[in-house]
C-alpha cells in the first residue's frame, strides 16, 4: 500500500509529470507562468482544487453513478462538480480565509478550464483507483503542475533578456523553452519505481 | 459576414491553434501519428460544429447569468456522443486517443467560439464557423503529425495509410504507413513530449513570420498607394 | 430579497430543464451503442486469449481473490487445453494489463500484453509488434513457474533500457502461473 503509493506520487511529479509528459494543463501553464510569484499562486490553487475534485469525484462516481449504471454521465458531471466546486471554494475562501483568497483569488476562475483537473478525475477512474491513491494522485499531480509552472516561470524570466528571431515572439519561444525543460524531465523516465 | 472569410480566418488567419493560441493540450499529445491527427482533428469539428449550431439556435432563450454552465453542459453532452460513438465503431481511435477525447470538454476551442462567436451570430453563419474553424485545427494537427512523424521514424501516414496491398486507407489503425527512412535513423525523441513542444514552436514561429511579412508588404502596398496619390494631387 | 430568490430558482431550474435534456440523450445513445462497445471490448479480449491460448469458448473459473490481489480473472478454455489469466500490476512508468496462458502442466503457453502506458521506445517494447516484441514475447513460452530475468538466474533477457517493465512482466507471469497451480489444488 505504502509503496503503491510512493510510486503514485513519484510518477506524478517526476516521470509521468502532468505537463511535460502528459501535456495536461498547457493553456494556464504558458497563461500564468511569466512571473515566479503568479506562477506559484495559480500552482497552489491548482494543487488545491486537484485534490478537492479527486475526492468528491470519486465518491460521487463510485457511490452514485456507477451504481445506478451511468457511467456513461461521468465527463458530464465531472466538469459540473469541478465547475461549481470551484465557484464555491472560492466563496468559501473569500469569506472565511480571505489571507488565503486574496492569494489564490484570482486564479480560481480559471482552473474550471485547467484540463489538468478534469484530467486527473478521469485518469482516476481509468486507472481504478481507490479513494486515497485517488487523492494522493490528484494532490501530486497538482504538486508536479505546481513544480513544472514554477520552474518554467523562472526559465522564461530569463528569456525576457534573451535575443530571438523577432518572429519567435510569445508563445513559439515559450514552447521551444518548454520543449528542453520537458527534454530535461525525460531523464526522469529512465528512474525505476520499485 | 461571407463564407469566403471565414474560411480564411478558421484556416490560417484567425486559426484557433496557430493564432489565437488555445487548444494546445491536445495538440502536443496526440499528435505522433497521422490516424490520432486525423482523428481527433475531424472528433473537434464535428463536436464544434454541432455546439455551435446549437448554441447559437438557443442564444436568445437561454440566460446571461448561466450560460457559461450551459454552454459546458451542451458541450460535454455532444463530446460524451462522440465518446461513445468512438467506443462502439472505431475502438482502434478511442483507445489511442484516450482520456483526450473527454478531455475536449475543456478545449477552449469550442467553448472560445460558443462564447465569441456564436451568442451573436446565426445558426448558418455559426455552422460553417464551427466546419472553418475545425478544419483549421485539423489542418494543424496533420502539419505536426506528419512532420514528427516523419522526423521521428521515418514514416508517413502511421496507422491510416496501409501500403502492404496496395494503397488503402484503414480505419482500425493498423495500417503501417509508408516508411521513407529506415526507423533506425529517425529521432525518436520527436515522438516523445520533447518534440510536440519543439513542432509546435516552430509552426507558431513560421506562421507569425508569414503573418507579419504579409501585413508588411500590404502597408508598404498602402503607403506607395497614398504616395501616388498625393504625387497625382501635386501633380494637379 | 424575494425577486433574488425567484430568480436563483428560476436560473436552477432552467440548468436543471438542460441538464436533463442532456441527460436523455445521452441516455438514449448509450443505450444504442451499449452493446456493440461491449463486443468490441470483448472482442478485444477474446483476440488476446485466443492469442496466448487457442479456444473457442473461456469459462471464469473461482480463485481466491484475497492471495491474489493483482489477478483480475481466471478462465477456463473450453477445449481442456489449459487456462487463459487476465492480470493488471504496475510496471515501470504505468499499470499494465496482460493476458498470460498457462496449460495443465503449469508452462506458459504465450503472453499478450493488453493495455500498458510504458515508455515508448523502451518499455513499450514489451507489446510492440515489432521484430523486438515479438522476440521478448516468444521466450516466455515454456517457461515455469521458476521463471526469471537471466540477471536473477533465469533464462528471460530484458528488454534494453526497461529492466524495470521486463521484471513486472516476468513476475506476472508467475504469479499467473500460481493462481493456476492454486486452482489446479
Same mark, same amino acid.
Given at each position: ?12 511529479? &517526476? ?29 497552489? %490553487? ?149 | ?40 482533428? +475531424? ?32 458541450? %460535454? ?65 496533420? +502539419? ?57 514552436? &516552430? ?7 508569414? &503573418? ?25 | ?24 440523450? &445521452? ?159
Amino acid at each position: 500500500m505504502l509503496t503503491n503509493i510512493l510510486a503514485i506520487s513519484l510518477g506524478a511529479i &517526476l516521470t509521468n509529470n502532468f505537463i511535460f509528459s502528459q501535456f495536461l494543463g498547457i493553456c494556464p501553464f504558458l497563461g500564468c507562468s511569466s512571473k515566479v510569484d503568479t506562477a506559484t499562486g495559480m500552482g497552489l %490553487a491548482v494543487v488545491f482544487v486537484m485534490g478537492l475534485a479527486s475526492a468528491i469525484c470519486w465518491v460521487i462516481d463510485t457511490y452514485i453513478l456507477i451504481p445506478l449504471g451511468l457511467a456513461f454521465l461521468e465527463t458530464l458531471a465531472f466538469i459540473l462538480v469541478i465547475a461549481s466546486l470551484v465557484q464555491f471554494v472560492e466563496m468559501f475562501l473569500k469569506k472565511s480565509v480571505p489571507s488565503l483568497y486574496s492569494a489564490l483569488g484570482i486564479y480560481l476562475p480559471l482552473i474550471t478550464t485547467n484540463c489538468a483537473v478534469l484530467g486527473v478525475v478521469l485518469l482516476n477512474v481509468q486507472n481504478h483507483y481507490n479513494f486515497i491513491e485517488s487523492v494522493v494522485y490528484g494532490i501530486t499531480g497538482g504538486l508536479g503542475f505546481m513544480l513544472a509552472i514554477v520552474l518554467f516561470a523562472s526559465v522564461r524570466e530569463r528569456i525576457e533578456f534573451a535575443e530571438y528571431p523577432e518572429c519567435f515572439e510569445g508563445f513559439s519561444i515559450c514552447l521551444i523553452s518548454a520543449g528542453l525543460v520537458a527534454l530535461a524531465f525525460m531523464g526522469f523516465s529512465g528512474m525505476k519505481i520499485f | 459576414m461571407n463564407i469566403k472569410k471565414q474560411f480564411g480566418e478558421g484556416l490560417v488567419t484567425n486559426n484557433p491553434v496557430l493564432v489565437q493560441q488555445i487548444g494546445m493540450c491536445a495538440t502536443m499529445a496526440i499528435t505522433t501519428t497521422l490516424f490520432n491527427g486525423v482523428g481527433m482533428g +475531424l472528433s473537434v469539428l464535428i463536436i464544434l460544429t454541432c455546439c455551435n449550431v446549437v448554441v447559437s439556435a438557443i442564444r436568445k432563450i437561454i440566460p446571461g447569468e448561466i450560460r457559461l454552465a450551459i454552454f459546458v453542459v451542451v458541450i %460535454a453532452g455532444f463530446v460524451t456522443i462522440v465518446d461513445l460513438l468512438l467506443q462502439a465503431y472505431i475502438p482502434a481511435l478511442s483507445s489511442a486517443l484516450g482520456v483526450f477525447i473527454p478531455l475536449i470538454v475543456v478545449n477552449c476551442i469550442i467553448i472560445g467560439r460558443a462564447e465569441a462567436f456564436c451568442q451573436k451570430n446565426k445558426v448558418s453563419a455559426c455552422f460553417f464557423d464551427g466546419i472553418f474553424q475545425g478544419l483549421g485545427y485539423t489542418c494543424v494537427l496533420i +502539419l505536426m503529425c506528419v512532420f514528427r512523424e516523419f522526423v521521428g521514424s521515418g514514416k508517413f501516414g502511421g496507422g491510416l495509410i496501409d501500403i502492404t496491398n496496395g494503397l488503402r486507407f484503414t480505419l482500425d489503425g493498423t495500417g503501417s504507413g509508408i516508411q521513407i527512412f529506415p526507423s533506425e535513423y529517425g529521432a525518436a525523441v520527436m515522438n516523445r513530449p520533447f518534440g510536440g513542444f519543439i513542432t509546435l514552436g &516552430l509552426l507558431m514561429a513560421v506562421m507569425q513570420y508569414a &503573418l507579419k511579412k504579409n501585413a508588411k508588404k500590404k502597408a508598404l502596398a498602402e503607403r506607395a498607394a497614398a504616395e501616388a496619390a498625393a504625387d497625382k494631387e501635386e501633380d494637379e | 430579497m424575494n425577486g433574488d430568490t425567484k430568480k436563483i430558482l428560476r436560473l436552477t431550474f432552467i440548468l436543471f430543464v438542460i441538464c436533463a435534456i442532456t441527460a436523455g440523450i &445521452l441516455g438514449v445513445v448509450n443505450e444504442v451503442t451499449k452493446d456493440t462497445i461491449y463486443m468490441q471490448k470483448n472482442a478485444k479480449t477474446i483476440a488476446a486469449y485466443s492469442a496466448v491460448l487457442k479456444s473457442d469458448r473461456y469459462d471464469p473459473v473461482e480463485f481466491d481473490s484475497e492471495a491474489f490481489p493483482t489477478i483480475d480473472e481466471v478462465s477456463k478454455a473450453d477445449n481442456g487445453s489449459g487456462y487463459v489469466v487476465k492480470t493488471t500490476f504496475p510496471g515501470s512508468q504505468s499499470t499494465i494489463t496482460m493476458v498470460v496462458g498457462v496449460d495443465n502442466d503449469l508452462k506458459c503457453t504465450g503472453i499478450s500484453i493488453v493495455e500498458h502506458g510504458e515508455t515508448s521506445g523502451l518499455g513499450a517494447n514489451a507489446a510492440s509488434t515489432a521484430e523486438v516484441g515479438v522476440n521478448f514475447r516468444a521466450q516466455f513460452v515454456g517457461q515455469g513457474e521458476d521463471i526469471a530475468l537471466s540477471s536473477g538466474g533465469g533464462s528471460i533477457q530484458a528488454l534494453t533500457g526497461a529492466t524495470q517493465t521486463s521484471t513486472s512482466v516476468t513476475n506476472a507471469t508467475a504469479t499467473a502461473i500460481t493462481v493456476v497451480k492454486s486452482i489446479l489444488g
